[in-house]
């Protein structure tokens, strides 16, 4: 089994910066991927950006430029770093994982962590 558990989030105005954590505990070492979704009032929950255990990164493009995803593998943590906030990004933050069960090497998940609120506004 893994937690997630989400920090960080707040009221930020545009043009500014919050940074956002997502720590994992339980079975750590079967996690494969790690990503962050977000999810604003009458829409879809969208991806905002992955990454996998060795680093590789995808971002959306409402966010490339903008944000970053980062792994802390010793401390079981991904990041997501926001700069340059626009108003559309107002949205509920969630940090999700899927892993392989070492018991039996099937995929897991997604699992996710509650939400951290994210107001871009001025």
């Known amino acids: 089994q893994v937690q997630l558990v989400a920090s960080g989030g707040g009221l930020v105005q545009p043009g500014g910066s919050l940074r956002l954590s997502c720590a994992a505990s339980?079975?750590?070492?079967?996690?494969?991927?790690m990503g962050w979704y977000r999810q604003a009032p009458g829409k879809q929950r969208e991806l905002v950006a992955d990454?996998?255990?060795?680093?590789?990164?995808n971002h959306a493009d409402p966010v490339k430029g903008r944000f970053t995803i980062s792994r802390d593998n010793p401390k079981n943590t991904v990041t997501l770093q926001m700069n340059s906030l626009k108003p559309e990004d107002t949205a509920v933050y969630l940090c999700?994982?899927?892993?392989?069960?070492?018991?039996?090497?099937?995929?897991?998940?997604?699992?996710w962590g509650q939400g951290t609120q994210v107001t871009v506004s001025s």
């Open positions: 990454i996998t255990s060795g680093g590789s990164t």
């Open positions: 339980g079975s750590i070492s079967s996690i494969k991927h």
């Open positions: 999700n994982a899927v892993g392989v069960r070492a018991y039996d090497g099937r995929w897991y998940g997604p699992v």
